[in-house]
Structures are given as structure tokens and as C-alpha cells.
């Protein structure tokens, strides 16, 4: 399958006399048809509420669409929490899924009404010492250990991972819980990151049902949630396969009817908290080619660098590029297409065949609405770039203005920094 990016050459020109490149612009119309789709594809759960996650794209225009669709908010940290709450998000729209977590950071989302999920036993005395008492309804995430495996050779390995609670532990956690005056337990658990199978949801689910089971016989909780949390995957690469959500949906479906529905469990809620299947592929960074070099490689050079998107640079990970208006020339160059980083890992492709690239051709690198402008930082004093809507209407909107000199020097403001320095 070929990958096509959601605006054309001519687009882009036209926005970029009014935005300087680099910028990240997102599609409002694929965000609306793809949150619609995963709402009908659980629409067989009374309950079934996303919460995305915040981290991936901490937009609020962006949330703010979402929901439109019934999605809450999960948040793992104070400005997230802030975040959820300037767009409308509290009480029970917040999943806190934290870990590692100061008690303020507990406090703070019990007082917005937010649902604790706690990634460690240990957590009950902090939540209860920082809140004065438990909140009644909670959640406990799970971690299984060992090495998860299907059948297209995804695997993950949550035995390595710091998250969640052992068997053991989420028992006493339940029980200790229960003692303690909660009422409505809820289970979570987030095993593979970026899964491009089909499988891995209804996998989850009977991993997650099963347990809940064993959980309410053994200590008579009334669980009310199940959090199938993230890790819905999407095709970076142009030859790997879209997840069906309605496959997935009907996956868990059958998973709740043979587990949960014969042990009296027909009221669970099941709940997600996706950020990559939600966003991802409704989002591209534009960069224009400012320089090319010829060493002992063919290098073109870009205006945006691993500071606008880390992926690449972080994980070795793969994003398409689209040289807009030569997407129907042959590839036949290759090309390491590098930002200006002092860092030889800024590469955001590496031996990639592209077409010829000059100086000032617009390149789309796909896949970057989610865990991509969110990841950046100010290595080298770079700056963080503006966000773009493309609206269903074909306008643009400016949903984040691209930092400036001023900001990258304000936590120097006691000093007169920049005023300084400008005034000079
Ligand atoms: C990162 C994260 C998510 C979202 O993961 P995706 O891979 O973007 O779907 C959800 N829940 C928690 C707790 C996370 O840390």
C-alpha cells in the first residue's frame, strides 16, 4: 500500500507564506472519522469510554475534538492533569495512569474527581496519607511478567517492564483496598506498545477478564472497570497492515461474552486509553530542504531536526517521507535526510530512496500526530515548532505557535536575560 499525505504540494505552499516551516499540521477530518469508528466498533459496551492519552499530543484543540466523541482524558503527570482540566475534562473523565507518582500529583487529581489507577501496591498508604481517605471507586494496574507473544511475531516483554503490580500483589492490593472502604474496583494493564495486529485487544481482554474473575471470587469485589489502556499500533511503513478496530471490537466483544457474561460480570465497563491508534496518522511534519552535501553519502538537509520529532533519532524508528508534488517520480536517489543537530542520530531517514530532492522542495514526514511534536526539547537551542490544523473545511488554523527566542530565555527571567540581550 502506498502512503499518501493529506495535503499537496500547492496546500502547503500556500500555508507556508503564512507559517514558516517546520511545522506538525494535523487533519481534523481523518481525527472525526477514525474517533467515530472506534466509538461504533465498542458500541456493544454500555460503559466503553477512551480516555486518550494526553502524552502523546497535548493539544487542547485537538482534545477538544475528540471530545466531541465521548473521550477523557488519561493523564500521568500534573500539567496533564491541568491540561484535562482546562478543556472541561474532571470527575470521572480523567484516568490517572501514573507511575512513579509524587503524592501531590494523587491529591491534586482527587480533588479534580479524576480515577486513580495505581501502578503499585504501596500507592494505597500514599493515596490515602495524601487524600485522607481512599477514594471509592480505583484501579490497580496489572502486570502479568514473562514475554507476550503472537502469532505475527509482535512481542513484549512486561517481565522488564517498571509498571504495574504482580498476581500476588493486585490481590492484596484488592483486598487491602476493600478494607479500606472502596467500592468499585477497576483493572488495567498495557502490555505491547504499537501492536499492527489484530490480536492483541481480544488477547489483553481474556488475560484481563480472567483475572477479574478469579478477583471477584476470591474476595467478593464489585469490579465495574476493565482498562484495555494502549498500544494500538499503526503502519508506519507502507507495507504493513492497518489494524481492523472492528475486528477489535468484536475480538474483546467475544472475549466479554465467553468470560465475563457466564460469571455474572455483564456490567463491566471497558475502557481505553489509546494515544497512537487515536492520532498518529492524522498528524505530518513539514520541513523545507535547505541544504544538500555530498561526502561519503548523499545528505539533504532539513529545517526541522530530532527536536521537532525524536522517533527516528530515539528508537531507530521508521517514518515515511513524502517530497511533496514528486510523489509520482521514481525513487531512485538515496538519501540520508538529516537535521542540523549536533548529534550524528538526527537523521529522520537513513539510506532512504527518495526521489531527487532539490533545494526548497517541502518534505511531509508522515505519522507524526502522536508521541512526535509532544517528545521534543531544546537540544542545541533549537525551538519547539507551531502546530496546524487542517480543518474539514479546508482552512488552516494556528493551534500552537512555534516558540520563540523569548521563551527558550523566560526561565531566565529574574536576570533580564532577553532584555538584555536585545536591548543591546
Ligand atoms: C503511553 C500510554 C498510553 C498510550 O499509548 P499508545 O501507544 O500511544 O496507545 C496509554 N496509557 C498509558 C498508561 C501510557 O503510558
Known amino acids: 500500500m502506498s502512503k499518501k ?4 504540494k500547492e496546500q502547503i505552499e500556500t500555508i507556508a507564506r503564512t507559517y ?26 454500555k460503559g466503553y469510554k477512551e480516555y486518550f492519552a ?6 487542547p484543540f485537538l482534545i477538544n475534538i475528540l471530545r466531541e466523541y465521548g473521550c477523557g482524558c488519561d493523564c500521568s503527570s500534573l500539567t496533564e492533569l491541568m491540561l484535562a482540566k482546562a478543556v472541561g475534562a474532571v470527575g470521572e473523565d480523567i484516568m490517572f495512569s501514573s507511575n512513579d507518582t509524587p503524592v501531590e500529583e494523587f491529591k491534586y487529581c482527587n480533588d479534580l474527581g479524576g480515577i486513580i489507577n495505581l501502578d503499585d501496591i504501596t500507592h494505597i498508604e500514599a493515596v490515602e496519607k495524601a487524600c485522607g481517605r481512599l477514594p471509592e471507586k480505583m484501579s490497580c494496574r496489572y502486570n502479568p511478567g514473562g514475554v507476550i507473544k503472537m502469532s505475527n511475531g509482535i512481542m513484549d516483554n512486561p517481565g522488564d517492564a517498571k509498571y504495574g503490580m504482580t498476581k500476588k500483589q493486585i490481590f492484596k492490593a484488592f483486598e487491602l483496598m476493600k478494607e479500606k472502604g472502596v467500592k468499585e474496583f477497576g483493572i488495567h494493564s498495557f ?6 495486529t489484530n490480536e492483541y485487544y481480544p488477547m489483553l481482554a481474556r488475560l484481563l477478564f480472567e483475572l477479574a474473575r478469579e478477583l471477584k471470587k476470591k474476595l467478593d469485589v464489585h469490579i465495574t472497570f476493565i482498562n484495555l489502556s494502549g498500544g494500538i499500533g ?5 507495507d504493513e497492515k492497518t489494524n481492523d478496530i472492528f475486528a477489535i471490537g468484536e475480538g474483546v466483544h467475544k472475549a466479554y461474552d465467553e468470560i465475563l457474561v457466564p460469571a455474572g460480570m455483564d456490567d463491566v465497563s471497558i475502557f481505553t486509553e489509546l494515544g497512537r491508534y487515536m492520532l498518529a496518522p492524522y498528524g505530518g511534519l513539514v520541513t523545507k530542504v535547505i541544504n544538500e552535501k555530498h561526502t561519503y553519502k548523499e545528505y ?34 538515496i538519501y540520508d535526510v538529516t537535521g542540523s543537530l549536533c548529534e550524528n542520530n538526527d537523521k529522520f531517514a537513513i539510506d532512504r530512496k527518495l526521489p531527487e530532492i532539490q533545494i526548497g522542495d517541502y518534505i511531509f514526514i508522515h505519522d507524526t500526530g502522536a508521541h512526535g511534536f509532544s517528545m521534543g526539547y531544546n537540544y542545541n537551542g533549537k525551538l519547539k515548532s507551531a502546530e496546524l490544523l487542517l480543518k474539514t473545511d479546508g482552512s488552516v488554523k494556528l493551534i500552537r505557535r512555534a516558540e520563540t527566542p523569548k521563551d527558550y530565555f523566560s526561565t531566565f527571567d529574574c536576570f533580564d536575560f532577553y532584555d538584555k540581550l536585545i536591548s543591546e
Open 5 to 8: 499525505p493529506f495535503v499537496t
Open 20 to 45: 514558516p516551516t517546520p511545522f506538525h499540521i494535523y487533519d481534523e477530518q481523518g481525527i472525526r472519522q477514525n474517533a467515530e469508528n472506534l466509538k461504533k466498533a465498542f458500541s456493544w459496551n
Open 54 to 59: 494526553v502524552k502523546a499530543t497535548p493539544n
Open 191 to 196: 502490555l505491547c506498545s504499537n501492536t499492527v
Open 234 to 238: 499503526i503502519p508506519y511503513k507502507p
Open 300 to 333: 539533504i538537509g532539513v529545517d526541522a531536526c530530532a527536536v521537532n520529532l525524536m522517533r527516528p533519532a530515539m528508537y531507530g524508528a521508521y517514518h515515511h517521507i513524502t517530497v511533496l508534488g514528486k510523489e509520482n517520480e521514481p525513487c531512485d536517489c
